[in-house]
């Protein structure tokens, strides 16, 4: 969704009440909102750590916002808040609110014209949606990219330009789609014949669940006959791939570089770090996180954290990239006792 920075100034003590937050001292006005390492004269930074506080007050922000309990000595207004970071998503809004922009179909889009527009959706030029496609309240289509036919995109919705939505997929409400992503895309199904590889089709299709988020150039597969399946509210960082025929949880995580192979079932609240992935056909519990660049060969049938590969619990984990880090020492080690044993074996003998 596009967004704007306001001309105006706000009063801290309106951003402590939107905020849910408690100011201490100067009620002035504030411009912007900029990073400790980088704050202006007339904005507010907003502390996350502690370590960052030397920082905070060699910088100009003219005021900050920490999270209650913290010890923070500073002359400057301060606005204590429960959660930072919550805190920080609603000061975002406040300072570049969404622009709104007028609904309907540009004259330059190709809309078929058995496709289903809704009055308050915003069809931009350059879009194409196809056949038979419907398009729910107040979504939004960017120039260039294409809803195929039969696909449904709930309401609310934000398909920013060069998306490529196939035929036949559903998407709920909330969903936000970024640039580059391909939905429904054939899932990579084969079989070989006389050393050929031979095209199964694939004719499922891809579920996308409310509030759900896809970054820049990630791919989730169509199903073989059944469809691959995103759950609510789960968000998927930059270059992610998801297989065909895999069901997804509710409130998962994928941070960039994660490779999901086909025909996994993944429960809700699972976390993948940074370039991570599995093998197909395995079933991950609830509650699971993989740590960065962890492959799961195996299912995982109790939640908790989890790395390496072959993937292994947290604490064996460590232990074993612990006497990784170990391993030239201890071989320097052996060849030393070899090296003795052999001496005294030849001194004996003689």
Known sequence: MERKKISGKLKLSEIASKLGGRLVGEDAEVTGIRPVDSAESGCVSFLFDKKLAEAAL????????????????????????????AALAVAVELFYPPV??????????????????????????????????????????????????????????????????????LLGNGVILHSGCVIGADGFGYYQDKGVSVKIPQVGGVVLGDNVEIGSNSCVDRGALGDTVIG???KIDNQVQIGHNTKIGKHCIFVGQTGIAGSCEIGDYVIFGARSGTKDHVKIASKTIIAAQGGVDR?????????????QSKMKWMKNNAALLEISDIRKKVNEISRRLNNDGSETDS
């Not at 014209?113 to 030029?125: C, F, G, M, V």
């Not at 299912?299 to 993937?311: A, K, L, N, R, V």
């Open 232 to 234: 609510e509210g789960t």
């Open 100 to 169: 709104v922009k007028p609904s309907g179909v540009s004259g330059q889009a190709n809309v078929a014209s058995s496709a289903k527009i809704a009055p308050t959706a915003r069809i931009e030029a350059g879009a194409t949606i196809s056949e038979d496609a419907v398009i729910g309240e107040g979504t939004v289509v960017y120039p260039n990219s294409f809803i195929g036919t039969g696909t449904v995109v709930g309401d609310n919705c934000v398909i920013y330009p060069n998306v490529t939505v196939y035929q036949e997929c």
């Open 58 to 85: 060699k910088g100009a922000a003219s005021a900050f916002v920490i999270p209650e309990g913290y010890t923070f000595v500073s002359d400057r207004p301060v606005i204590y808040v429960k959660e930072a970071r």
């Open 299 to 311: 299912d995982i049938e109790e939640g908790g954290i989890y790395g390496g590969f072959p993937i």
